[in-house]
């Protein structure tokens, strides 16, 4: 595929739709590899059936959410103090 530009420097519309279709061959072999259980490819697509050889694993990714959660909301509580401190001395 020659690389076919406009004035603009954007790519021209065929290589777009070039691209767009080799994404989708590509994202349609990743589910076709784990399509031998039943529904593999609608969980693969939902995202809801987390696997891992170790069960620890899972225990770890549980833990970690919740530590980014809380740090999560730390920073939201400290952006709004910062904002309702720097908005109220200039008034």
Same mark, same amino acid.
């Given at each position: ?7 603009d420097g954007t790519p021209?519309? #065929?290589? %777009? &739709?070039?691209? $767009?279709?080799?994404? &989708?061959? $590509?994202?349609? *072999?990743?589910? #076709? ?33 919740? &530590?980014?959660?809380? &740090? ?6 400290? %952006?709004? *103090?910062?904002?309702?401190?720097? *908005?109220?001395?200039?008034?």
């Amino acid at each position: 595929m020659r690389d076919e530009r406009r004035p603009d420097g954007t790519p021209a519309a #065929r290589q %777009v &739709v070039a691209a $767009v279709e080799k994404a &989708v061959q $590509v994202f349609w *072999s990743f589910l #076709r590899r784990d399509d031998h259980r039943a529904g593999g490819i609608l969980k693969k697509l939902l995202w809801v059936d987390p696997q891992a050889e170790d069960p620890r694993d899972l225990n770890l990714l549980d833990d970690l959410k919740k &530590v980014l959660r809380k &740090v999560s909301n730390l920073l939201f509580y400290l %952006v709004m *103090s910062c904002r309702r401190l720097y *908005s109220s001395s200039f008034i």
